[in-house]
């Protein structure tokens, strides 16, 4: 959520500015900005609402030249979305800054800075933090020691750089709930909110860490925690791909995104499932012991890795034995709640930086769980870090707000801890010997099923203009219909809501008629004769359907309903299987309202505030 990236050299950092806030512009993308310093002491800052692509259009038109510069791309928390508003935020001409996170306390910090003789200009939390860097400068003597004072007074969340005017050989970096990065160059550093933003220039990376101050100069790159120490941290060589943040020819990420799934799938697998079950030790050193011992699971996590850990509980519960609740990140953070004796804490997350779930990782260490588990898609990120064993989903970069490929690698990362805790749980040989099958085919499965698209994309026609819209399903399809009506709702804007079909006719009833489309899951499983019920209530009230089958259900089209037959799978992969139709399907309506597919209004991938 927004997007930081900064840099000091002897040569021209804009276009390494520019570049990385386009790589980063999927965090945050309603206005952007950066300021420019030059060695003789030219100072200018450019700000433009909308997309990164107006930014470089004005520092184009202006020649905007700097060896050392701070930029941001952003998802606006305070104050609404205007120039004004837009970082770096400066104070009294001299210090700059560019932020993410919130600074909870900063109505008391302007009352404060008010009082000292700070006007204050913007509707932004973010602007306190360069007055108070700007007020302890007198007295602390340099730019570090201010940053240092004055993350001393910010109660919330900062990533933050710093950078003064009088001063072009540093920038001075904090973090805290926020994640900072340090590019390492050749007589030239980098700072980035996350290292695809610097892939162009350089693939060794310091991960601050929290309470963190460094200061970086062109040549030196000097790490204080929080205590005021300097410390050492570790020096990482990345392995991303330099292209991860590429389209690859498609029309946009989230298609791309959609048709890697077999190729990441197949990855999430790679050395990870024998013909007998999970190879020992993928869950890390030591786990197997552990997870001999779970005898309960509770799952955390937000929107899209919610749904996963709902369909997770399903598995379980069902072939693993073991009980399992799933909450909500923002609720469980904020409830009094009940651990249960040998209870493994799992955190779902693609960006691993989501601040809610974090935060819960973090309320969860206090209450006496007896070990935590991240299952998550970057490796760099402080969910990895701070969980005891993380299971990496090795989705590769997701740059699609809306989340598709994150989705079915946690998925097939919960199939894999199903037969894990099953081991160990008395589930069945037939049980196991399921998902074992269903999890060696369902690359192909998966192929098979993106073969659908035209299909879909014909059936999208009849959604465009439509306002409302129920997805259906039952068991495990229930949480894959609520991550279908997410999709939808997410990107073409119309309203979706899913529903238990059970829970039809206490109340959603009320709703159909022939402008409510009805979509429905429909694997051929135990629960179908109960589904076909619940279809034939809604056919009774006029309403119309769109049924994802499987070839072998027995649904055919009518006027009334119409019928795309999903290819057979067993019952172990099925929600895996039938999430993709309802991707492609929210994908083609979209892309026929003509709407912003990757970067949705209002939204912004990886919210890293609460
Ligand atoms: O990075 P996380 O998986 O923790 O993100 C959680 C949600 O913010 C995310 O899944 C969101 O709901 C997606 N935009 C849905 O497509």
Redesign the pocket.
Known sequence: MCGIVGAIAERNVVEILLEGLRRLEYRGYDSAGVALLNNDGAYNRVRRTGKVQELASAINDQNGVGNVGIAHTRWATHGGVTENNAHPHVSKDRISVVHNGIIENYQDLRTELKAQGYSIDTDTDTETIAHTVHSLLPSTGSLLAAVQGSVKKFHGAYGTVVMDREDPSRLIVARSGSPLVIGLGIGENFIASDQMALLPVTRRFIYLEEGDVAEITRRSVTIYNAAGEQVERDVVESTVSHDAGDKGGYRHYMLKEIYEQPTVVRNALQGRLADNGVVAGIFGEGAEALLANVQHVQII??????HAGMTARYWLEQYANVSCNVEIASEFRYRKSVVHPNSLLVT???????AD?LAALRLAKELGYMSSLTVC?VESSSLVRESDMAFMTRAGAEIG????K??TTQLTAFLMLTLALGEHNGMTGEDKQTIIDGLHTLPSKIEETLSLAKSIEDLAEEFSDKHHSLFLGRGEQYPIAMEGA??LK?ISYIHAEAYASGELKHGPLALIDDEMPVIVVAPNNELLEKLKSNVEEVRARGGIMYVFADSNAQFSSDETMRVVAVPHCNDAIAPIVYTLPLQLLSYFVALIKGTDVDQPRN?A???TVE
């Not at 779902?348 to 989501?354: F, L, R, V």
């Not at 707000?401 to 598709?404: E, H, I, N, P």
């Open positions: 996590a937000c929107g899209t890795s919610y779902i997350s693609q960006s691993g930086e989501t779930t898609n707000v809306a989340s598709t994150a989705f997410l999709k997410e939204l991938k990886s919210v």
